[in-house]
């Protein structure tokens, strides 16, 4: 089928209630006309998402801003001309129409405007907002090509949108405009450099702290095997005769005792080490390894949001 037959009938899906998995620049998205409360309904329920994790409101133009939100400060209206399209959400106090099942009933929404072609040909031709997380079942790595969401929702969902793998890799980063400075929610696709280059200072808050993004729990992005960053080669002996694999930023200089190694940039780009991130976790995670091995990442640029969401995969298995 052609792109632009595929979108038409995603389009005609959302129109009529359904929902659809689409892809952005970041991730692939589970989304639904942001006005109709018993759409949105079905992606909680096929996630297995708990209600009081709102959605991302995702729109088509700009200007769209302003019909979903009470006013737009300075700052936030210089971030979004700048960044937008792009991986990036802004927060800001809700108009009343959005129903309370997107926003999980917080007076607050979350707004972006994805770069990626068919996800802005699907939000014009719905002729509607979508709301939209990540199409994953809850708790799980966010899919980064459409045969992930296969994988894992295809028989629950109406319609899967392929666009290929998305370029970004990780989810976008949130910003809150709701106190008096501008604050960090999650870090993602745009760096925090890039965005205090823009508005200055922004706050940011410490992964530790209760979630301040209310999706953001510290095990979000877990697979099913173990993955530790603090690898200590004394605990080699622990783990005899196991299977170890290696998640490397660049090529290991000498091929360790690992089982496998996914590498996740050969020249050490952070561009290409995020776009790789789920995918390689996930080859991994299917090789049934005892541990997986992830090597720590300069905590600069893009390396902020890999290492957050590397993090949260190696929180411990009590949390959800
Ligand atoms: O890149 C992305 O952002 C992807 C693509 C599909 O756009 N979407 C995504 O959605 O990652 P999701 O639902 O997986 O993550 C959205 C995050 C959650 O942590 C949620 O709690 C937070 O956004 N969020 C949504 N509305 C909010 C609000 N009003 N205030 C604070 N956080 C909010
Ligand atoms: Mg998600």
Same mark, same amino acid.
């Given at each position: 089928?052609?792109?632009?037959?595929?979108?038409?009938?995603?389009?005609?899906?959302?129109?009529?209630?359904?929902?659809? =998995?689409?892809?952005?620049?970041?991730?692939?998205?589970?989304?639904?006309?942001?006005?109709n409360p018993l759409a949105v309904a079905r992606i909680f329920e096929v996630k297995r998402r708990p209600y009081f994790d709102p959605l991302i409101v995702h729109i088509a133009y700009p200007a769209y801003l302003k019909k979903l939100v009470k006013e737009i400060p300075s700052s936030a209206k210089k971030l979004t001309e700048r960044l937008w399209p792009g991986p990036l959400t802004v927060v800001l106090l809700k108009?009343?129409?959005?129903?309370?099942?997107?926003?999980?009933?917080?007076?607050?929404?979350a707004v972006r405007m994805p770069d990626h072609p068919m996800a802005l040909s699907l939000i014009?031709?719905?002729?509607?907002?979508?709301?939209?997380?990540?199409?994953?079942?809850f708790g799980y790595l966010s899919p980064t090509t459409a045969e992930h969401v296969r994988e894992q929702?295809?028989?629950?969902?109406?319609?899967?949108?392929?666009?290929?793998?998305?370029?970004?890799?990780?989810?976008?980063?949130?910003?809150?405009?709701?106190?008096n400075k501008p604050r960090l929610l999650r870090p993602g696709g745009v760096s925090l450099e890039g965005?205090?280059?823009?508005?200055?200072?922004?706050?940011?808050?410490?992964?530790?702290?209760?979630?301040?993004?209310? @999706?953001?729990?510290?095990?979000?992005?877990?697979?099913?095997?173990?993955?530790?960053?603090?690898?200590?080669?004394?605990?080699?002996?622990?783990?005899?005769?196991?299977?170890? @694999? /290696?998640?490397?930023?660049q090529e290991p200089k000498s091929n360790l005792k690992f089982?496998?190694?996914?590498?996740?940039?050969?020249?050490?780009d952070m561009r290409e080490a995020a776009a790789n991130l789920f995918s390689a976790i996930r080859r991994l995670d299917a090789l049934n390894l005892d541990l997986i091995v =992830?090597?720590?990442?300069?905590?600069?640029?893009?390396?902020?949001?890999?290492?957050?969401? /590397?993090r949260r995969a190696t929180s411990s298995r009590e949390q959800n």
């Open positions: 089928m052609k792109d632009t037959e595929a979108i038409r009938q995603a389009a005609e899906t959302i129109w009529q209630g359904g929902i659809v =998995a689409f892809p952005t620049e970041t991730v692939y998205g589970l989304g639904a006309d942001a006005y108009e009343e129409n959005i129903p309370d099942i997107v926003t999980a009933g917080l007076p607050s929404v014009e031709e719905s002729k509607c907002p979508i709301a939209a997380p990540s199409a994953n079942p929702l295809g028989d629950q969902v109406d319609l899967i949108l392929d666009g290929g793998p998305c370029p970004v890799g990780v989810e976008s980063s949130i910003v809150s405009f709701l106190e965005i205090e280059s823009i508005i200055g200072k922004v706050e940011s808050s410490p992964i530790n702290d209760k979630p301040s993004a209310p @999706g953001m729990f510290p095990r979000h992005y877990a697979p099913r095997t173990p993955i530790v960053i603090d690898w200590n080669e004394k605990n080699r002996d622990l783990y005899k005769n196991r299977n170890i @694999g /290696l998640l490397a930023f089982h496998f190694v996914e590498v996740l940039s050969k020249k050490g =992830a090597e720590p990442i300069p905590e600069i640029g893009l390396g902020r949001a890999i290492m957050d969401r /590397l």
